[in-house]
């Protein structure tokens, strides 16, 4: 790098007249990339053998590079996975960017499952109110909302288009059905949103193990959408 920059900097004599001396303004260039954020994506195969890595001219490294002015980290991580291995993140990306508000969405349904139901001298609230409490003692996180409601609203639509899986449980006479009643006093079959590298089936697993306490691995099929198999999918309980 010190030979290359020594050689464009002699072909350019203004820029080279006001360098007195180049070794250390190129660590002082090491110095301030140093301060630059770096975003990117890691790409890992479902199995978890593989993971994509780029080559370059010294090392291999995850798809990422330095942002630019004007850029935020999701439009920047976007840019740069695309240009280096040609993938666009820009659903992925997004997805990731509202993370932190499906945790506090599990902290508000654990707040009034486990802390109201038990004690009803405590405040219940809506979502809405929970968030906003939340979110005001996180400042990084509330700098960046200027506009809380429509922020949720946008979350919200987004949550939409995440798929839900789960079980029906029905009596082997057919005279019962094993639902879950929400935090919201609805009811409905132990299912959930699927998460980031899970198949259907995996999601299925998980979230009715999580909500009823039943494991269901050996008996749901990879297969479970074929409707001549649908009778063979349902699960019976005694």
Known sequence: MEEFAKTMFMAIP??????????????????????????????????????????????LEFPRGKMKSGENPEEYAVREVF???????????????????????????????????????????????FVKIMVMAIPSVCNEIENLPAFLREWRKYKLTI???GAIFISQNNSHVLMVQRYSGNWSFPRGKMESRENPEECAVREVFEEVGLDISDLIMSDGYSENKREENILHYE
């Open 14 to 59: 203004s820029v080279c007249n006001e360098i007195e001396n180049l070794p250390a303004f190129l660590r002082e260039c090491r110095e301030y990339k140093l301060t630059i954020p770096t975003y990117g994506a890691i790409f890992i195969s479902q199995d978890n053998s593989h993971v994509l890595m780029v080559q370059r001219y010294s090392k």
């Open 163 to 165: 798929p839900t899986y």
């Open 83 to 129: 240009e280096e291995v040609g993938l666009d993140t820009s659903d992925l990306i997004k997805s990731d960017g509202y993370t932190w508000l499906f945790q506090i969405e599990l902290a508000f349904e654990n707040y009034l499952d486990h802390h109201v139901a038990k004690t009803p001298s405590l405040p219940s609230c809506r979502m809405e109110e």
